[in-house]
C-alpha cells in the first residue's frame, strides 16, 4: 500500500520552463520528479494545483505523489531538498495524506500575487522578481476596476486563446490592490483560474492605473467575452503562486 | 567649477568583492566608476557614505562625485544605469549637492538591516539575501540582549581585529528586532559603526536567540572589550545598508 504525500513547494521560476515537464527545458516538475527517483530508486508522477508559466515563481504551490516504501515525511523533504540542489527549488512542507487527496482536484481555492515596482532606476535586487513600470500607478482607480471584476464571471476577455479549460466561467473571489513605498501588490483568489488569467487581469489593470483606460472600460472588455477586447498579459516574473486551501 | 553629484545607489552584493575597487575582484565602485567614464569621459573618485564587505548587499548606499561638464541629474543618472547593465547595481535617485557635501563625512547616521530566515527548508527565493538558520529563535530575549547594547559603548568586543577606525567608541541608536513569519528582521542605526560591527552584533543576538546564551551574557560580552568574548560574525548575506541622514 503505497503512502501519498502532499508537498508544499517553493520556487524562483527564473529560468525555468514553468512546471510543466517539458522535452527539451528544465522544469519544477522533472527536477523533483528526478530529486524523488535519487532517494528512492522510484519512478514517480507529480500532481500539482497549478500549472504555473515560465518565469513564475511560487511560494506555496502544491503536489502529491506516492511512494511505494514508507518514509517519514521529514525524511522525504530533507533527501528531496538535497538533491534538488543546485535548482532554485525547495520542498517547504510535507504531509502524509488520505489516498482520495489529489493536489489539483481537492483544491478549494488557490491565491497568487502579483508585485510591481515603480521607479525610474532599472530593478536590481527585484529583478526577475516584480513588474518594472517607470510611473506611478493610480491604484485608488485600479481597485474601482478590480471590483467590477470580483464575483462569478465568462472570462473570456481574459483567458489565454491556447487556454484549454472546458467553460470560461469562474468565480473571482479577491482582487485586491494595495501600495507600500514604490511596490504595489495585487492579491487574486479563485477556485480556479483560466489560463494566463492572473496576468491578463493585471495587465489591463495596469492600463488603468496608467490612465489609459478608465475604470469603468474593464466593466465593458469583461462584458465583450473577447480576449483582444481586454489589456496586455503582464510579465511573468512579477507573479507568485502563494498557497491553496485544502478542505 | 565642476559639479557634485550625490547618488544613491541600490546592488545585490551577491558575486561582488564589497563596495571597495580591488586589484582582481569586481566591486560596486569600479563598476560604477567605469560607467561614468564611458558616458562622461571622465575619470572620477567615487566616496561612499560607508564601504560594504563582499557579499553585502545596499537599498540605499550613498556616494559622491565631481563632474566637469554640466549634465542634468536625470541624464547622469540614466546614462549610469544604462552602462552599469547587465551589473545588479542601480543609480536609484541623484542630486546636484553643494561643494561641501561629502557622503562619508556628512553623514549624521546610518541604518542597516539585517534578515533572518527560520526554517527547515533551504532557502530558494530568498538565497544569499537572509542568514538561513534551521530552528526558531527567542526574539524577545535576542532584544532584551539587544537594550544591554543601544547607547553609547567602547564596542571592542563586536570590532574586526582588522578594523581600521581610531576608536572603539561608538553610540548605538537602535538596534530592534521584529518578526514576520518566518523572517526575522533587525534593524541597527548608528551615527558611524565599526568594521564588521553589525555582523558581529546579530552573530551574537542568535546565540541568545538559540538559548545558547542568556541576555545578560551580552553585557558581559561587552564590557570586556575582547572580540573573543562575543559571538559569531553573521553572514554577509543577509546584511542591506538602508539609508544615510544628511542634515
Chains 1, 2 share one sequence.
Not at 510591481?116 to 527585484?126: K, M, N, S, Y
Not at 483560466?194 to 491578463?200: D, G
Request: charge should be positive; include cysteine; proline fraction near 4%.
Amino acid at each position: 500500500m503505497p503512502s501519498r504525500y502532499k508537498l508544499t513547494i517553493e520556487y524562483d521560476g527564473t529560468g525555468l520552463a514553468g512546471w510543466q515537464r517539458q522535452d527539451n527545458a528544465p522544469s519544477v516538475q522533472q527536477y523533483i520528479e528526478e530529486a524523488i527517483v535519487k532517494f528512492s530508486g522510484q519512478k514517480v508522477n507529480l500532481f500539482c494545483a497549478g500549472r504555473t508559466d515560465a518565469g513564475v515563481h511560487a511560494k506555496g504551490q502544491v503536489a502529491h505523489c506516492d511512494l511505494v516504501k514508507p518514509f517519514a515525511p521529514r525524511t522525504v523533504q530533507n533527501a528531496i531538498n538535497y538533491y534538488l540542489k543546485p535548482h532554485a527549488i525547495a520542498i517547504t512542507d510535507i504531509m502524509v495524506v488520505d489516498e482520495d487527496f489529489h493536489a489539483r482536484f481537492s483544491a478549494l481555492r488557490r491565491h497568487y500575487c502579483y508585485r510591481i515596482i515603480c521607479r525610474d532606476a532599472p530593478l536590481v535586487l527585484e529583478a526577475n522578481r516584480a513588474w518594472h513600470i517607470k510611473k506611478t500607478l493610480d491604484i485608488a482607480a485600479m481597485q474601482e476596476a478590480a471590483n467590477y471584476l470580483v464575483g462569478y464571471h465568462d472570462f473570456t476577455s481574459f483567458r489565454a486563446v491556447a487556454c484549454q479549460a472546458k467553460s470560461p466561467l469562474k468565480t473571482l473571489e479577491e482582487l485586491t490592490i494595495s501600495r507600500h513605498g514604490e511596490t504595489i501588490t495585487i492579491e487574486v483568489s479563485a477556485p480556479s483560474f483560466l489560463h494566463h488569467m492572473v496576468r491578463n487581469l493585471v495587465g489591463t489593470l495596469v492600463w488603468v492605473g496608467e490612465g489609459k483606460w478608465q475604470p469603468e472600460r474593464v466593466k465593458t472588455a469583461l462584458a465583450a467575452k473577447d480576449r483582444s477586447a481586454a489589456g496586455i498579459t503582464a510579465p511573468a516574473g512579477g507573479l507568485y503562486f502563494m498557497r491553496v486551501d485544502y478542505p
